[in-house]
Every structure is written in C-alpha cells, then in structure tokens.
C-alpha cells in the first residue's frame, strides 16, 4: 500500500478501540469480497463436478489482513519504528530461510501471501519510520514525497539526461525490429512488443495513480473489456483494427466512468479492494457470458492486423496480394511482428504524448493538486467527482487500446489472460517507477517484464529472487526509482533557474 | 434595497454575505446555535470567540463543507444577484458565489510548485479557455493567452508577498510563514468576492504578523472584497477590523466595531467565564489582557 503513503501519513492516530473498529470493518469488507472469489472452488472429479469450500483458507487470509491493517493503525499511532524493525526481520529472515529450505508445495499459497502482507507492513512502516525521522530533523510538511537530497539529485540528473537520452532510446527503439531482422532474432522482436505494451499499460495506469493519486487494483478489466471489444467488433461484425481501436477506446473508457462512479468517496485501501473486486467482476462475467465472450474458451480467430489492406500470409486469396507478394519479398513471419512492435510502438507513444501534454493543462494540474489535498481543490472551485472520473476514463481508454492490440496479436483472447496478477504487474510497473514518471515507466517495465526473462536461469527461485529485488527497491526508494517532478509551469526558469539565482 | 434608492455611485461598503439564523448540530452538540450577522464589501469583519466556539463550523457552513441544520446564507454579486450558499455543492460555491478560503492547517498542494498552487486556483477560467482540454491539448492561441493570463495574476500576487524568487519550488519546502501567505494568495486567485480566512496569523512571529495585516488591508482596500477574518490574537483583530462579531458556545454574544465589543461586559465575562482569572488557560489570559488594556 505505498501508493497511498501520502494520503494516510497525514492522518491523526487512532486510539486502540477505533484500530481494532477500524480494523475489524476492514477485514469484513475483505471478507464479503473474498468469500465469491476463495470461499468456494468448482472441482471436476471425472464426470462430476462439485464445490468445494475453502472457508479454512478464507479466514486465515482475512485474519492475515486483520493484523495487517491493525499494523498499519499503529504505524500511523508512532509505532512505524519497531513495526518496520519486527516486519523486516521476518520478512527478509523468510527469504533465506525459504532459499535454504524450500516450502513444501501444499503450503507455498500461504507462505507467500503472508509474506506478500508482512512485506508490505515493512514497507509501509519504513516509509513511515524515515518520514517521521526527516520530520523530526525540521523539514516542514511534504516529507514523503522524497526529501532526501540525495534522491533528489538523482531525479534531477536522470530528468536531465532522459530530455537529451529521450531522443536517442526512441531511435533504438525505432531500427531495434531490423536489427532483429538481420540477426534473426525473433524473441527480441516479442520482447520489444510485449515490453511495448506493458509501457503503454503503465502510461495509461499512470494517469490514474501517478496523477491523479487513485490506487486502481483493477486496471486489467480495462484491458479485457478493450481486447473483447476488438475481439467481438472484428470477428461478428468484420470491422478492422484501426476501425475498432476507438470503439473499443470509448468502451473501455466508458467502463472507467462506471467503475468511477462508486469508487468517489473512497479513498486509499478501500479504494483499492474495490477496484481488485471490479477487475474479477470483469473477469467472472467474461467467463460466464458464453453467448458473447465465448466463455471461458474465450474467442479465437481474431483477425490479426493488415498493413494497410496488404496481409501477411504465406499466401493470398485470389485477387488479393500479400505483403511478401506487394514488395517482392520472400514471405517471413518476421513481417507481421515487426509490423504489430510498429503499431503498438505508435499506440505508446501516443499514450505518452497525451499524458506530457495533459500534465500541462488544467485538467492535469487539477488531478496532482486531487492527490495532494482534495479538500482544498473542492474550496478552490474544482468538481472533485468530474475530475476523477475523467483520470478514470481517459486511464481507462488508454488500457482498452492496449487491450485491442493485445486481441489482436494474440489473435485468441480468453478471460485467464486478464486476472489479476496482470493489475498487479502494471501497479508495480508504476509504483516502482516512481509515480506520475513517464520515463520511469520505461526504466520499471524493462526491469520488471525484461528481468524474469533473465532471471530465467534461477529457474523456481526466478520470482522469489524477482520479488526480494523489488522489496529492496522500495525500501532504497519507497517513492520508485525516479520519483522525480518537474514543475509543469515555471515562472524563473524552472528549479535550476531558481537555484543559479 | 427598493428600486429608489439605487444610487449611480455604488456604495463600497454594500452588505456582501448575511448570515440570518444559521445553526449547526452534530448528533446531540450544537456547534452553532441560531447566529446572524452581515459582512460588507471592503471591510474586514473578524469572527472571535474561545477555542470551541464554533467559528471553523460557521466557515465550514458558508465553504459548503457542511450542510447547515437551519439558516439562510445569503451572499450578494454587485450586479444585484444572489446566492443562497446554503442549497449550493461546496466547490459551485467557490466557483460561482466565487467564497474562497484558507484553513487552520494549512491545506497547500505541497509537491506542486508555488506557481503551480496558484494556477491550480485558476482551474476554472482554464478549463474554458482550453475548451475542456480539447483546444488545450494542441496549444491553442486562446489557451496559451489564457495561461499566460494566468502566471501574470499568479506573479502579481507573489510580488505582493514577495515569493516570487521562489515560485518554481515545491510549496511544501516553503517556511512555515510563506506557507501561511501562499495560502491567502492562493485564494485571491480564484478572484473571490468574499475570502474567509481562518486563523491566517496562527504560529507567525510578530514580523510575519505585521506583514499578514499589511496583506490583508492591501486586499481590503485595493480590491474591495469582503474579508472574514477568524482570529485569535487581538491586537490583530483591534488594529485591522472594521467590524466583530463575537461567538461563545456556538452563540453570538456580542456583534459590532472593535471599540463596542472590547467594552462589551458579555464579551468579557465570556472571556472570563465563570473561572477565576488565575485558573484560565494562558491563551485566554492573554487575549484577556489585550481586551482590557487595548
Ligand atoms: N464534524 C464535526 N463533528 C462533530 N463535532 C464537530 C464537528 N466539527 C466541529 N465540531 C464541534 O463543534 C464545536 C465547534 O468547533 P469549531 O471547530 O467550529 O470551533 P472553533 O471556534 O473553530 O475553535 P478553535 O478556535 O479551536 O478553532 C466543537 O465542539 C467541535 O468539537
Ligand atoms: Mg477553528
């Protein structure tokens, strides 16, 4: 829950009973969701099927976030020091002991859950534990945000750098696919793609989270309602990709507006459970709705894209020509892949046009000042619900599009690709990038999509390895690798300016 | 006001804001019991009254933040109209009755910049100018006008204060004191007819004090807006404003110039309350202490 640091830091401490309330209701509203989603499992045993319950499982995973959200009250009540020692013991002193002796298999979902919690105990204590010392130290108000000068330095110089090196990686990235031709080397071709479509996930999440300050665990259900849009548009109906692109935009973002509306008094982990419950939601009706979304078997024969009419197939139809055939080439499927790492090169790259440029207009400022102090906002004339729905929606479109691409490159969508870890992947990509920064995005989805790729040969240890490297990252950097902001709008010539003087 | 006596020259001290009857209870407590007053353009109207009294809740009333239990909140436009702020959202009330405030903590943005707090007041005018975005997003000639509009108003301020070597920086690095300061300006950009501010000389030293009171006559004088000053420090209070209004208990006990309520008897009872002077917290002593000698 760092992501909601700054909101809850600021908050009074509680006396114990109101914790243990406060506690409690958590854990109940966590309970009610979970109990669809944990509490029953449908097994097939040959012919039958039957449902199993899990209500063992059920509760011990409430009782987890019980605890945890009772830490988290007592954090905030001027125990972040102890917690943050206690918690990082355990949850570090697990690691080496699960690398020496590895968990048996019928509990590693417990083991790691609770890990999964207690880390994040750590972290949030930590983060608290520093904030409280800097205060102490005489630095007023903003603690959090990153006052250490020496992250601050690093901000600034890879802000620095990224304006001259943005150039230069947008060029590798633009004759990246022909290398890759020459050396016939597919699998960078699908990195490139997949890690392509990640950052544009991260872009478009960072607008909800980064700018605006809204914890969505549920962006997936935008990328699902994207792919499926495509998916139903193309295949009932015979429209084409880039004829489908908007309409699926629209849809997506209009399932942004759906989910905004019960979400706007919410704030923090509240927020975030129910977003995690809107994504499954998405997900479980796309299983259940055989007649549209072809249920769990999901919907094939997706239409993959054409270049410009020209498809690419080994060969045409009568009448037709195929790319290979219009340019005179020997038909490879290097084309096609080379063809979708374009478009969804483009699709980012339009995602982070948008996103620079609406950080500079008013609807961009007002959802930073949204996530910095929304009552102040609400004196100042600014419609708080208007403008979260709007970071809702337009975060939203951003993953549909994704989402068409996605439908289309897989040319088979099915709802197993949308659960839950990929909300929790894109969440990470923009909480480790450090929130609101773009080029973070990049830096984070590198690491975290590239990393398990080479990570490859620890083999069972890849994530436990991938998950320690990135508790380390957030207790190094609670606010992301780059948690860098510029001003949007200077007057002396921006901070540097200003500093010269 | 009949039609007869619609003077050519516009009074500047025209009633701005009449409170009539307002009440307040939360549950079983009645923060605000039955209170009016009027406020005036260009006038200082300071709102005092013991820690409790109910001065935040009758801001927290007039901002939209609360639903008043009873009362009517009448605020008045030079061109005649009115707006009854009690049936109005809290951020239509800054954005069109153009009510601006600050809080007893301070409530800045404190990872944007100076600058950046003071265009973020300005949301409104820039949403039209950029077309609701769309304009915006292709740095049309209206929006990029309009935005410079913007940081010009922003830097008239900030000279007045004289933050204005300081504006790229976050707000949230500034001193206590430029924070309190940023805050007012930050409200005068949404270009409001009545500024209600709350406790704005809380925590500054006797410099930074004198400043505020040179601020706030400025913005009385120069730009004619009504001003609601809830204050503790009475010296503050005796020196700038034109009129007080005294609250106790979520009562008014005494309404009128500083001269009239400072020889109040029920102010100063309230003050004194039935305690001996000896057991009063320090803070009411020494508010005690300006009253009588002031
Ligand atoms: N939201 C609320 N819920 C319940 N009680 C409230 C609420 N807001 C204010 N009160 C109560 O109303 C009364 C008046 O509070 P208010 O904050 O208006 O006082 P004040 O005059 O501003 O005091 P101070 O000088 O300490 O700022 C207090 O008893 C307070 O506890
Ligand atoms: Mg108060």
Redesign the pocket.
């Known amino acids: 829950m760092v992501a909601v640091a700054q909101q809850t830091a600021a908050r009074p401490a509680m006396s114990l009973p109101a914790m243990v309330k406060d506690a409690a209701i958590f854990a109940a509203v966590a309970f009610t969701l979970a109990l669809p989603l944990l509490g029953f499992r449908i097994q097939d045993k040959g012919s039958t099927s039957f449902i199993e319950t899990r209500f063992g499982d059920l509760f011990y995973a409430v009782l987890v976030l019980f605890i945890a959200k009772l830490l988290m009250s007592l954090i905030n009540a001027g125990l972040a020091r102890p917690i943050a020692l206690v918690t990082g013991v355990l949850s570090l002193g697990w690691i080496v002991v699960a690398l020496v002796n590895p968990v048996a298999p019928q509990y590693q979902v417990h083991t790691w859950f609770t890990w999964l919690v207690v880390a994040s105990v750590a972290i949030r204590a930590w983060v608290v534990w520093r904030a409280e010392a800097t205060a102490a130290r005489g630095v007023v108000a903003g603690v959090i945000g990153g006052q250490d000068s020496h992250g601050t330095q690093i901000g600034h110089l890879v802000a620095r750098l990224g304006r001259q090196l943005g150039p230069v990686f947008f060029l590798i990235a633009l004759v990246m696919p022909f290398y890759a031709y020459f050396a016939d080397d597919k699998r960078l071709v699908d990195l490139g793609v997949l890690i392509f479509t990640y950052i544009m996930l991260g872009w478009g999440l960072n607008v909800v989270v980064g700018l605006a300050g809204l914890l969505d665990l549920g962006y997936v259900a935008f990328y699902a309602v994207g792919a499926y849009t495509y998916a139903v548009f193309s295949v009932k109906l015979g429209l084409n990709f880039w004829e489908t692109l908007p309409v699926a935009g629209l849809m997506a973002a209009s399932f942004g507006v759906l989910l905004g509306f019960p979400v706007l008094r919410l704030r923090g982990d509240y927020l975030a459970i129910v977003t995690l419950g809107f994504g499954e939601i998405i997900r479980i009706i796309l299983l259940n709705w055989a007649e549209l979304a072809g249920g769990a078997q999901g919907i094939g024969g997706i239409p993959r894209p054409s270049f410009f009419g020209l498809q690419f197939a080994p060969s045409a139809p009568e009448g037709q020509t195929t790319f290979a055939q219009f340019f005179n080439l020997d038909y490879s499927p290097f084309h096609r892949q080379m063809w979708l790492y374009y478009i969804i090169l483009l699709l980012a790259l339009i995602t982070n046009w948008f996103t620079l440029r609406v950080r500079k207009l008013p609807i961009g400022r007002a959802w930073e000042a949204l996530r910095e102090d929304e009552t102040a906002c609400r004196a100042l004339g600014i419609n708080p619900t208007n403008t979260k729905l709007t970071a809702f929606a337009i975060g939203a479109m951003f993953g549909g599009f994704a989402g068409s691409f996605f439908a289309t490159r897989q040319g088979f969508i099915s709802p197993e690709s949308f659960n839950f870890l990929e909300s929790a992947i894109i969440l990470a990509i923009v909480v480790l990038g450090g929130m609101g920064s773009q080029i973070g995005v990049v830096i984070a989805t590198i690491v975290l999509i590239g990393g398990p790729e080479w990570f490859r040969d620890l083999e069972l240890y890849r994530m436990l390895a991938f998950g320690g490297l990135m508790v380390l990252i957030m207790i190094w950097r609670p606010q992301g690798l780059l948690a860098h902001r510029e001003p949007t709008i200077t007057m002396n010539g921006g901070r540097a300016g200003a500093r010269a003087k | 006001m009949t039609a007869a006596v619609a003077a050519p020259l516009r009074d500047p001290a025209a009633p701005l804001l009449d409170v009539e009857h307002l009440s307040m209870r939360?549950?079983g407590?009645v923060?605000?019991d039955d209170v009016s007053f009027q406020a005036r353009n260009a006038q200082i109207t300071a709102i005092i009254?013991?820690?409790?009294?109910?001065?935040?809740?009758?801001f927290?009333c007039l901002t939209g933040f609360?639903k008043p239990s009873v009362g009517r909140l009448t605020l008045r436009t030079p061109g005649g109209g009115t707006y009854l702020l009690e049936q109005m959202e809290g951020h239509r009330i800054a954005q069109h009755a153009r009510v601006a405030r600050t809080f007893?903590n301070i409530r800045l943005f404190p990872r944007m910049s100076v600058l950046e707090n003071l265009i973020v007041a300005q949301h409104n005018k820039l949403m039209r100018a950029s077309t609701y975005t769309l304009t915006g997003l292709f740095a049309a000639k209206g929006y990029v006008r309009a935005e410079r509009a913007a940081v010009d108003l922003a830097r008239y301020w900030l000279d007045r204060i004289g933050l204005s070597p300081r504006a790229d920086e976050d707000a949230g690095n500034l001193p206590y004191g430029a924070q309190r300061r940023l805050e007012i300006i930050r409200a005068m950009c949404t270009e409001p007819r009545l500024l209600c501010l709350?406790?704005p000389a809380a925590g500054l030293n006797p410099r930074e004090s004198a400043e505020l009171n040179d601020l706030l006559l400025f913005i009385r004088d120069e730009h004619k807006i009504g001003v609601l000053l809830?204050e503790?420090d009475m010296t503050v209070v005796m020196k700038i404003s034109d009129h007080v209004v005294v609250?106790d208990y979520?009562r008014k006990i005494s309404d009128g110039t500083p001269a009239e309520v400072r020889s109040d008897p029920a102010v100063v009872r309230a003050y004194l309350g039935e305690a001996e002077e000896d057991e009063l917290p320090p803070e009411v002593a020494t508010d005690l202490q300006t009253i009588v000698k002031a």
């Open positions: 939360f549950g407590l923060a605000i009254g013991p820690n409790g009294a109910g001065k935040t809740t009758v927290n609360y007893q709350d406790e809830i503790h609250l979520g």
